[in-house]
């Protein structure tokens, strides 16, 4: 069962975003560059740390993420929205930060929590936007990769910073963007 939560979760969690890929090439979600470039550069640097420490699981989930949150960064720069705003700015300052903190570490550990930690400033400018204008958004994609989330998480062999820190982090972001969303959607 172990593998199977290993390989389905991260798969689950990655086409969670398909939905969110075609909608924003139909012109019905509108994706922030800032959040979607910050999460692209952050999960290829936590899988790049995770693999360091042999933690399998949550590279593969880091790793494969990285793929979608690429396409839809093309995406949001050919779609998206251009309109940088202060926070755009202090939320890529802040992340790019926790990065070179990282960078001056080398340490993995500090690395993952350095990644969360520009990983939830990047996403700032999203959850701005989904609260200004929750119709730009799906919820939908952030709840799939919720589950796929929590699904690679119970994959984990033994709980640490490294090994689920990303996971825990990942179902905690992505469940409070997919309520959020959903509820702002519901209520305008």
Do not use: C
């Not at 979760?9 to 959040?35: C, D, E, Q």
């Not at 929590?113 to 700032?124: P, S």
């Amino acid at each position: 069962m172990t593998e199977f939560l290993r390989i389905v979760g991260p798969l689950l969690a990655a086409s969670g975003f398909i939905p969110y890929l075609t909608s924003t090439i139909k012109g019905g979600v509108r994706p922030r560059v800032a959040s979607w470039s910050t999460w692209t550069l952050v999960t290829g640097i936590s899988t790049i740390a995770e693999l360091s420490q042999h933690s399998y699981t949550s590279a593969l989930l880091t790793g494969v993420a990285t793929i979608p949150e690429a396409l839809i960064l093309i995406m949001a720069l050919r779609h998206g929205r251009f309109d940088y705003n202060w926070i755009d700015g202090v939320s890529q300052l802040m992340s790019l930060i926790g990065i070179f903190f990282w960078l001056s570490t080398m340490n993995p550990s500090w690395a993952i929590l350095a990644n969360i930690f520009a990983d939830l400033l990047g996403g700032v400018p999203t959850f701005y936007h989904a609260w200004i204008k929750p119709h730009e958004e799906a919820w939908l994609s952030f709840l799939i990769s919720a589950v796929g989330s929590g699904m690679s998480l119970m994959a984990v062999p033994k709980i640490g910073l490294v090994s689920a820190g990303f996971p825990i982090y990942l179902l905690l972001i992505d469940s409070v963007l997919s309520i959020g969303i959903f509820l702002r959607q519901r209520n305008n």
